[in-house]
Every structure is written in structure tokens, then in C-alpha cells.
């Protein structure tokens, strides 16, 4: 039974939650008392863990079956696939001193992962490597994994961080006593290159590391997180709760999807008869010994803020990359006009610029006297024409438009808005490329929205440039900068969706995605910024930037997949709009971020620096971005001549 | 004209030496200068040091020729191809913090480097990248690379690493004023993805880093070694010399066809009329400036010991990649026996192993009562059993040997040559696979040479666990074992021909390899050892290891493109026979090393352990090795499953 239904049809696996069992002979009843008592699904142990293969008699090993729990009759299909996630046996420890030890494990791993593939489970949870070592438990997975079906295989690794590094305070002990459980994860990962079916169960436990160690998983695969009932502390009334942080926690887990699973027995003495909620199997007299955490863990699923509008909307694109748009080559589609019209507090912001710049133009006293010629170049389908003309009606300033829009089919609709809305004394049509129109008059204020979630990656100063010849020498250009900001990302999930394409290409382009499952691991920086208009004679496109990111101390090591990119737009004067997290624009829907990939994901141990540069290269028909990293060590250049991925003129 | 003419047809590049010139604008007479000076190549500047393309008046660049230095007419296409090598303008700095130098210099760079190809020259001089940083300079590069001929391009580097390390005495100063080139080296060929184009070109200075330092470069494409005049020192009678650290290094870089060319002045006054060498300048009454360098040069290359004859035979087999056999599924041909057996001292080894066996097993006052049974397994053409026979003539025992062959076409040599030799009454050919054969009777000893490069990579193990059926339970089996060996190697070589495959199994298979541009970074370390007869029930052939290499602290840091492996084999008691570096027979030919690659080479930090695992796995038909690495950092699995790379039973 779910924890709860959230508002809006809520699909999400987190409102699952499970319980890890003891070794039970006797699957169904194991199974049965644990749903009736609430729990979604199990957590059970496949095989009996008394079983060791090098104990066995060599000649009736062949005869017997092997010890698992019941036959694979004992449960109907749909119950294993949908109730049950099979435990490997904890014993295993495949990279053990002693030989004996070692190969039992690897037989028995084996054994019991072919036995959950029979059995459809949709899952298995790998015991946590024993000791920092795990290459021959990740070479048995890599070997495992070959002829592995769509299970997934989640690892158990402890939320564990020894936060009091002594290297400063003591260098004689330097490295001694460090535990970093997400380093262990990180070892197995790699050997395992980033497996898509392997994926992490984080043990909590009563005391967790810092927020930033802790905010690294997020970046992860993580799909399970089982609470003991250790870690829970009790409440005034003698109820389960948790600590405010395992809460924030646990709520950051059911944002990301993350099932709870509950471990270990009943610590709490809750006085029967004085539950108010789930009055049913009270009825019935029985409740289940771990009910009481289990409702406190409903109880946080439900008392979650609903899912604003907008992110609902969004759910379906978290984590998608899309190829970003190539605005000047192809001409939108009426659906994405849209949807983009649709985003007031862009239209709003720009309002409000362009009513600052008529203000500034003409004095009131010139108000009635004076025209403004104001130019929209790539008018689209009108609403910048709307927002501008909004600006002059609440300033009451006299505007003379000229609409310039190159897609032919944009222009159409822009004729039937003006007929439609009366503009026709006001506002002039001009079907034509802003970079070669040949324009009758100057213009004081030229606006524009041709900002990509990079800021120039659509192109913004080359079609500026070109159409800055008909601004005047003291005109305003709306927007009158823009910069472009990037930070390095844990992204897991979407490196490996890069990696499924098996080629370059996917690694050397750029993607818009409303990020998710990333760690964002330190702020943002800003890469190139623009100025409109430019007059200098030597102005360039050509950008090089060269930036060291210090991630915080207490992060401990991490993996950088790539680097989200957003911007920040000047407008006019304070009026700014933009993407870049710690300013971004409220309720502004038009852009979700970029992300850049590195072709291999960089390591950056703590205290070390991460050095990244970033070029935007101009050439006769294309621009591009090429980028590497120089520290802590080399990465390839990215994207060479843009041989990837480009943005065409 | 060349340094000397060695032995056996010398067809090094190294026999030639250059000199370094300066701007000039009268290319015909420079290099004529020089060529009649003895030299037989010029690093030529090809543009006038004064040009940048910021001070170009913008109306006159159009028209104007850029300051090379002549036309293309001025030398025959066939001197610029063969004597002159491009200097690339010194005063470019890409990673300059001034744009406006930033930006001369690409524009500068990729004028001088289209000029160089349009010329066809074989190689241009990059200067050393100015400060610590390079990617803005190695980006440009991948940007040259993409549309550059058959062109090599020489990134100036100069040998230089500060020796003493003062981590250890002031922890404050950690890090600051190290400097170590090769370390700006290794993130600018990893910025060019390890480019087949770049390669080095090495300034020699008057001191020299440690020499593990310097043989870090030995794995590295270095195509020339510059000597500043300043770094000679002075003989007795006044003329120039090198010192011997110097003069080692030298004849290194000679016997791995790099080529010396001479910079700088002349410092050095060689009385005239003295040097007993190269009369024919003398004749004509002049000496080039720097003859007395070159004739120096020169004299070191033709005091060099000439290659010995064997050295010479496998120059042709000089870091070429060979695929291992797989003589269990394959038949050898004539010629690789018609090889093979032509390894007398393998022969020789053999016999004083049954000699020693011999006598072991039977006391002199029985060795003309009893007959010893040997078998040799694996008999091809029969050259066992002629170390065999002259063992037990030599040791005056008497012998019955059964020769087990199972390729048909060796059987037939066999017969003909028992026959020839007159062994019918002592000899019986067996035309079986000696893993099938029912043996008539049991052997005293089992002679075999199934050992592969690795060791047990031809499946020694498999081979004689098959064999030992028919061994007597105190019998000798020749090999009594063997155990392989590796160690990680820097071979940018093996990398590039491996990566050029383009694929995954290429990066997951063991080559065996004449190692020549190698750099040994450590010392070797067992890895897998097989005994035979090995009579215990739970004998398995699987192994696993785990190594731990601590490279030198005064190497530096190193890249590792996999690991050199060896083997060492016991034939009996003290006669052992191998290939493991610090123990090898010598004067063997059978057997080259074996390369393990790694897929992503792996950067080591002096002073950080490299961890290394190698698993030997077999299944039903196949054998396979799966490696990686763990420290510092983790690599993929490599071959799971042996996917890629196998040997078949």
C-alpha cells in the first residue's frame, strides 16, 4: 500500500516502502504477514546462509537442489517480480585474504543472482564490499552483468564520512582512519564503467556526514535508502520520528524517487490502542511490530508541498537531454511559439525594461512630441511587439515599431495580430533576416530575445551585430548584456545516457535538460559575457575563458560528469532575467539549463582544485564551443573545430 | 651526410644530426652553409621574428605576402623535404594572459604551420609552451591536426625536473618552484588525445634530472635531442665534449633513432689546424663554426658497440604488436619450428635439466640395469628428444622416450627423422593430443616446452594437468614450474598502434612484443605460479593476484599504458630458463614479452602506490586473463569474460 497519493497523480517509486527480512524458509508467509502489515515489498534473503559451496560432499552436490528459500512456485510470478527484492547473502566477501572464502562467495553470488533473474525480480541488494578493496567483486559483477537480464543490481553502501580530517591538524597520521563510503562506491563504479543496472542502496545511519558529502549521492543512482530503526529517535508521546536533518533527507529521497526500506526491530514501545491512523488492522487486533515507523515514514510522503504547477508541468523533461535548438537555421514550429509565449514573467521582465528605456529616451515633457522608433528583431509571433507596447501605454511615450522576423511562417500570424489588434498605424511588418535588412530609418531601442539557455549559444551577438547597424549611435539594445555561467555536476544518469550511443559525438555536444539527479558540487562561475551594442572595431565573437572551481573541503572526493551551464541577462539598467540558480528569474519557464559532458568523467580528490577552460569559436558558417580540463589532470580537448556539435549561421 | 655508417646496414634516423639556425632571410645560402658545414638537416625559423599580425596595417594585410622567408622556389621541393625542419616562432605564447599576444600567436601559429605543409616538410618545432599552463596552445593544435598532412610536429621540451623534493624537510613549501617538464609534457599530449603527430624534441642542459627521471622518456615519441653548445664541456686538448652522463644519454638516444641537433655558438676555441678529422673541409680552408660539436657527435656515434647479431635479426620485430598463438587450436607451421628450434641455448638448458634428472633418478651403479621412460609432451620436429638423447649419453643412462605430438604434420618430420638419426629401438612417436592419450606405461620424467611469454598463457597448465595422468606418483616433470611476471610501462608506441584500431578488444588483448621505446617503471613482481605434477584433489588453475608497485620517488610522476609481462621456469632443481629482465637466459630468442594494455592510461603521482589486479580464468574451451586497476584511481575491468581476447582449449 502506498505511503500516501500526492496531488496530481503521483507515479513516483518512493511511495513504496519496504522492510528488510530475516532468512525465512517460508517465503509466502514471510511475504504475507509483511503486506498485510503494510510494507510494499520485502527485502529477503534468497538462500539459506548456513550454505557454503566448498562444504558441500562433491558427489551429492549434483543430486541436491540448492538452498534457497522455497521453489520458485511458492510465489505467482507477478508476486516475486512486484513484493520481493532478493538479498544476496551478507557472508560473501569476494575479496577476502583466505581463497576458500573468496570462491564460495563468487559461486554463491552467482548462484543466487541466476536464481533472482528466474525469479523476475526486478531487483537484488549486493551486500556492502568488506574492507576498501572490491576489484574481484566488481570483476564478478562486470562478468555477471554480460548475461544479466533487466535486473538491477543495487549496491548497499553506509551514508558513512569521517568528517574530522586530522591531515591538518596531525600530518603524521595523514590518511589514517579516513572513511569515505563514497569512495568505496566510486572504486566499484568505475571498475563496473558506470554500469546502467547498477545502482546504490545508502544505509542510513543515526548520524549523518556534512550536507555537501551527503548532497554528492544525489548525483548518484540511488534507489533504495533503508532507515534502521537504530537511527530513528523517539518522540514526546513515545513515537518513531527522525532527526530535522535524516527528515529534510528523506524528503530530498522521495523528490528523487528513492524508496525507503526499514531494517531492524522494533526499538520503540508504542502503547497499543493509541495509534489514531489505520484503524483497520487495529481492528483486526495485530499490527505489524515495525508499523510505527512505517507510518512515520508515510506521514513525511504526506505532509511533502505539493509539486508546484510549473515542476509538474516539468516532469516529464527532468534529466531528458534534448539537442539545443538551431534558431537561425531552422524556422520554430507554432507549437513552440506556444509554449514560449506562454511565459509572462519573461514578457513582463521585458515590459518593464523597455519602459524604463522610453522613460530615459524622452523626457515627459516630450512625451506627446517625440516618436521612439523601437525595433523587435525576431518578432516571432508578436508578444514582444505586445510587451513594448504595453511599456508605452503605462509610460504614455509614442512608439513607431518595426517587427523583423525572418521565419515566413512567424510573419503570417504577425499580420492577422495586427489586423486583429489594431496596430496597423503603429507597428510595421518586415519579413527579413535582422543581419541583412536594409533598414528606412535608425532605431532608439532595439529589443530582441534571442538568448539561448547558454546566453549566446543561439547566436544572440552574431544576429546583433548585424542588426546594431540600423541602432543609433546613443540607441539601447534590450537585452544590453548577457553572461553565461557554468558549474561542475555529478550527473550519472545523464552521462550514461550520453555513453549508450556509443560514439564521440554524443560526448562533445551540448544538451538542454531540466536537471535533476545531478550534484551541483560548487557555485556557479561566469564564463562569457556580451555588451550591445559594441561599436569597438576590433570587436570579436571569440571568447576564452579559463576557470578554477574550488569545491568545498568537506565535499570529500568527487566525480565531475560534466558542467550545467545557465545565464544571467541584463535587459535594461536593473532589470535582469536569467537562469543562473542564486538570481534566477521566479516562474520563468523558457530555458532549462545545458550541460556540458566530459567524455571521461574527472575524479577531484578534496582540497584539490578543478581547473576548466572554455572557448566559443567563430568561424565563416559556424560557432562552436570547444572545452577541456587541466586539473587535477588532462582531459582531451572537447570538440575540436566543431566537429561535433556547432551552431550554424 | 650521416654521423657514421654502423654495422649491418644502418637505417637509423638517428645517424643524422642537425643544427639550429636562426632567422634568415636567404634560405638557399643558409642551408647550403651549413650542409657544406657537415650538418644534414637546419631548424629553420620561416618567418620574420618581427611580424605580428596585430600591427598589420588592416588595408595593406589583404594584399601584402606574409615575412616568410623566401618563396617555395628557393629550394628544390626535395632540400625542404629532406634538410630543413620548421621553427615554429619562438615569441608565440597562446597561453599568454594578453589577448591581444594570444590572439598574434594562433593566427601566427597556424600561418606558419600551413606554410610549413604547403613547403612539405617533414617536422615543425613548436616552442615550449611559456608557464605551466598549455591548453589554449594545445587546443589550437587539435584544431592544426584535424587538417594536417603527413606533417610531425616537435613540441620543444626541456629536460629539467628539480631534483630535491622538499615535501618531506618543509611541509609549507610543498609544491612551490617543482618543476618537472615531463609533467607539462603528459597534460599537453593528453589535451591532444596522444596525437601521432606530436612528439618531442628534448633540450639537454648542462645538469641532467635523476635517471629514473630521464628514462621516463624512453616510453615517449622523442624524435630529436637538442644540445645547447653551453652544455658541452671542455677535453684536455680543448675541444668540446659531453659529460658522461651526458654521453650515456646520447648513445641512448642513438640506439632509439633520435636524432641530435646542435643550438647555439660556437664557446668552445678549437685551435685551428689541429683536428685530425675530416681533412676535406681543412683543404678548403674552412671549418663550420660548430664542426668541432659535430664531429664530437659523431665520434660518440661510431664509438658505439655494434649491435649484436641477434639484437640486429629482431630489429624489424621492434615494439611491433603480435598477437599470441593459440597452439592448441592451431597448428605451428615448418617455418615457426624451422625458428624455434634454432634456440640453442633453450636446447642446451633442457638437456642439462634431464642430465640432472637422469642422475637423480637412477644412482651410477644401476644406470646400465635400468631404463628411465621419458615422455615429451609436445615433441614438434623432435628437438626435446635430441636434448633428451645427448642428456642421457652424457649422463651414460639408458632411455625409452615416447614423443606425443599432436600435429599431424610435425608427426611426419618425426618419423624421418628417427629414422635418419637411428633412433627406431629407442624412440616411439605418438600422434595424440597428450590431453586424450592412454599411455601404455607410466613415465619417470615429462619433458615439455609449452611455456608462452606470459608463462602459462599457452596453456602449459592445462596441457600437463592432462598429461600428468600418465607420470609416475614420484615422477619429474621438465618444467618442475613457473611463474609470470609484470611490470607497468610507459609506451606511447603500443599505445597509439593499439588506439588506432578504434575498438574495445584491440585495448583487451596481451600482444607479444619486442619492447624497445619502453620505460620500466618498476620492478618486476610474480604474479601467477603453476607446479607440476600437482596431485592435490582441489588443484585449480584459476588464480588471482593483487600487486602493489612503488615507483621510485625521484622518477617523478608517470604514465602507465600496461604492463610488460615475463616468465621464469624451473626445469629442474637450479636450471631454470626465462625471460623475466633481472634473471633472463641469455642469449635466448624464443620468446619476446607480453603487453597488457590498459584501455585509459593511468597517471601516477610520485610517491602514490599503483594497484594492480590479474585474474587467470577458465571456463569449459577457453582460457582468459581480466586485469584492471584500483590505484590511484580505478579503471574499467578489462576483457570480462574475455570477451575480447582468449585461448582456446
Do not use: M, W
Given at each position: 500500500m502506498p505511503l500516501g497519493e500526492r496531488h496530481g497523480g503521483d507515479k513516483s517509486e518512493s511511495r513504496y516502502c519496504g522492510i528488510e527480512t530475516e532468512f525465512d524458509d517460508d517465503m509466502p508467509n514471510l511475504l504475507s504477514y509483511n503486506v498485510h502489515g503494510g510494507f510494499d515489498f520485502i527485502l529477503a534473503t534468497l538462500m539459506d546462509p548456513n550454505y557454503r559451496p566448498s562444504l558441500l560432499?562433491?558427489?551429492?552436490s549434483r543430486s541436491r537442489a540448492l538452498p534457497f528459500?522455497?521453489?520458485?512456485?511458492?510465489?505467482?510470478?507477478s508476486q516475486w517480480s512486484s513484493h520481493v527484492v532478493g538479498k544476496i547473502s551478507s557472508w560473501i566477501d569476494l575479496d577476502s585474504e583466505d581463497e576458500t572464502l573468496r570462491e564460495d562467495s563468487e559461486i554463491t553470488l552467482k548462484q543466487e543472482i541466476a536464481w533472482a533473474s528466474h525469479l523476475s525480480l526486478q531487483a537484488c541488494l549486493l551486500p556492502t564490499p568488506k574492507g576498501s578493496s572490491?576489484?574481484?567483486?566488481?570483476?564478478c559483477l562486470n562478468q555477471i552483468f554480460q548475461n544479466l537480464g533487466g535486473m538491477q543490481l543495487w549496491l548497499r553502501i553506509p551514508l558513512v564520512k569521517s568528517e574530522d580530517d586530522t591531515e591538518a591538524k596531525n600530518p603524521d597520521c595523514m590518511g589514517e582512519g579516513k572513511v569515505d563510503s563514497w569512495e568505496l562506491w566510486n572504486s566499484f563504479r568505475l571498475l563496473c564503467e558506470h554500469h546502467s543496472q547498477l545502482s546504490v542502496a545508502l544505509d542510513l545511519l543515526s548520524s549523518l556526514p556534512s550536507a555537501s558529502s551527503v548532497a554528492r549521492w544525489f548525483g548518484e543512482p540511488i534507489r533504495a535508502a533503508i532507515i534502521n530503526t537504530n537511527s530513528f529517535l523517539t518522540n514526546a508521546k513515545g513515537y518513531p520520528c527522525l532527526s530535522k536533518r535524516?527528515?529534510?533527507l528523506a524528503t530530498a529521497f522521495f523528490d528523487h524517487s528513492v524508496q525507503i526500506v526499514i531494517s531492524g526491530r522494533s526499538v520503540h514501545k508504542v502503547p497499543v490502542g493509541t495509534s489514531e491512523s489505520h484503524v483497520d488492522n487495529q481492528i483486526e487486533g495485530w499490527r505489524h511490530p515495525l508499523k510505527s515507523y512505517l507510518d512515520y515514514v508515510a506521514f513525511l510522503y504526506q505532509k511533502m508541498d505539493p509539486l508546484p504547477e510549473q515542476e509538474r508541468f516539468e516532469l516529464g523533461y527532468r534529466d531528458y537531454l534534448q539537442s539545443p535548438l538551431q534558431p537561425l537555421m531552422d524556422n520554430l514550429e507554432a507549437q513552440t511559439y506556444e509554449?514560449?509565449?506562454k511565459d509572462t514573467c519573461k514578457y513582463s521582465q521585458y515590459q518593464r525594461a523597455v519602459a524604463k528605456a522610453l522613460v530615459d529616451r524622452v523626457p515627459d515633457e516630450d512625451a506627446s512630441r517625440v516618436t521612439t522608433v523601437l525595433m523587435v528583431v525576431g518578432a516571432g509571433r508578436g508578444p514582444l511587439v505586445r510587451a513594448s507596447l504595453q511599456a508605452a501605454e503605462e509610460t504614455d511615450r509614442k512608439l513607431k515599431i518595426y517587427a523583423v522576423e525572418k521565419n515566413p511562417n512567424?510573419?503570417?500570424t504577425l499580420h492577422s495580430l495586427i489586423k486583429l489588434e489594431g496596430w496597423e498605424g503603429i507597428v510595421t511588418i518586415v519579413s527579413s533576416d535582422m543581419r541583412s535588412w536594409d533598414a528606412p530609418e535608425k532605431a532608439d531601442i532595439l529589443v530582441s530575445e534571442l538568448l539561448g539557455s547558454f546566453g549566446d549559444n543561439e547566436l544572440s551577438p552574431e544576429c546583433l551585430d548585424g542588426a546594431q547597424r540600423f541602432l543609433k549611435e546613443d540607441g539601447i539594445s534590450i537585452p544590453s548584456s548577457y553572461t553565461s555561467f557554468v558549474q561542475p555536476v555529478t550527473a550519472c544518469k545523464l552521462y550514461n545516457d550520453i555513453k549508450s550511443h556509443k560514439d564521440l559525438v554524443h560526448f562533445e555536444t551540448a544538451y538542454v535538460v531540466k536537471l535533476h539527479r545531478v550534484a551541483r558540487l560548487a557555485h556557479t562561475q561566469p564564463v562569457f559575457t556580451f555588451t550591445h551594442p559594441d561599436h569597438s572595431p576590433t570587436?570579436?565573437?571569440?571568447?576564452?575563458?579559463k576557470l578554477q572551481f574550488d569545491i568545498p573541503e568537506d565535499t570529500g572526493a568527487a566525480l565531475i560528469h560534466?558542467?550545467?551551464g545557465y545565464f544571467d541577462a541584463t535587459l535594461y539598467k536593473d532589470v535582469h532575467l536569467g537562469i543562473e540558480p542564486s538570481t534566477c528569474t521566479p516562474n520563468m519557464f523558457s530555458w532549462f539549463p545545458i550541460f556540458f559532458p566530459l567524455r571521461t568523467p574527472v575524479c577531484v580528490q578534496p582540497g584539490s582544485p578543478l581547473e576548466v577552460h572554455f572557448w566559443r569559436c567563430c568561424g565563416s558558417t559556424k560557432v562552436w564551443y570547444e572545452w577541456c580540463v587541466t586539473s587535477p589532470s588532462a582531459s582531451p580537448l572537447h570538440n575540436t573545430n566543431g566537429r561535433s556539435y556547432w551552431v550554424g549561421l
Open positions: 560432499d562433491n558427489d551429492t528459500a522455497g521453489s520458485d512456485l511458492v510465489l505467482s510470478p572490491c576489484a574481484n567483486y566488481a570483476r535524516h527528515q529534510r509554449i514560449f509565449e512567424a510573419v503570417v570587436a570579436s565573437n571569440q571568447r576564452y575563458k560534466g558542467f550545467a
